[in-house]
């Protein structure tokens, strides 16, 4: 399997602050992706890294990419209560069409 | 911004029952998913879609379900009869090359279906 498996379960934080989740995976991937899903809705695709990269930036996100220790991490800068959701890594594999998706990390900004 | 658009957004059907599932894919996107969420678990993976065929499925996607693009537009998710452990939100995504390798996939807002 190649679950992505995030850390922590849950994250309370104050509107501001930065909030760090990371994940884990099993096996090799060709890209890692993260997604953001607000209480009882869709998923919306946040940020996509390859394998051959180590940072990605988009706004307020910063992810980072360890293929040596299969390891990702997603970095909000600043926090809002609108960031208040649940975050999935989600893996996919070379020449694979699924995306794996791990349990989540539901954020809580508190304003 | 174009989404992909899902229909309906919740359904209630009766243990047994056939639903269809149906999802409106970005125009120019070749390669089509369907994903399910049981209430406070993981996303999981069902099915893959392109060029008219199944790429791939994963262990749940068993004989009760289908997937079809009736035409240009549309791609639907068939549950012959439904179980109770069926109940979920649905998801449908579609991507522009296959494997979400280059920009990630476009998911829907969902439909929840509960079997009664």
């Known amino acids: 399997s190649q679950q992505g498996e995030e850390d922590p379960q849950a994250l309370s934080i104050q509107e501001g602050e930065n909030a760090t989740m990371n994940c884990s995976y099993k096996?090799?991937?060709?890209?890692l992706q993260w997604y953001r899903q607000n209480s009882g809705r869709g998923l919306v695709h946040l940020i996509l890294i390859r394998s051959n990269e180590r940072e990605k930036h988009s706004g307020r996100l910063r992810v980072t990419l360890d293929t040596s220790k299969k390891s990702s991490s997603l970095l909000i800068t600043a926090s809002r209560a609108a960031d208040t959701a649940s975050y999935f890594c989600a893996t996919g594999n070379t020449g694979g069409f699924k995306t794996i998706f791990g349990a989540g990390t539901r954020l809580f900004v508190k304003a | 911004e174009p989404e992909v658009t899902q229909t309906p957004s919740h359904q209630v059907t009766q243990m047994g029952q056939e639903v269809i599932l149906r999802c409106v894919p970005i125009?120019?996107?070749?390669?089509f998913y369907w994903y399910r969420q049981i209430l406070g678990q993981k996303v999981e993976f069902l099915v893959s879609?392109?060029?008219?065929?199944?790429?791939?499925k994963s262990e749940i996607f068993d004989d009760q379900f289908s997937v079809e693009r009736p035409d240009g537009s549309n791609f639907t998710l068939k549950i012959r009869s439904t179980k109770l452990e069926d109940s979920a939100m649905y998801f449908c995504a579609s991507s522009e090359v296959g494997g979400v390798v280059q920009g990630g996939a476009f998911f829907g807002q969902g439909t929840r279906l509960t079997v009664v």
């Open positions: 879609f392109y060029n008219n065929e199944i790429s791939e």
């Open positions: 125009s120019n996107h070749l390669y």
């Open positions: 096996t090799s991937i060709n890209n």
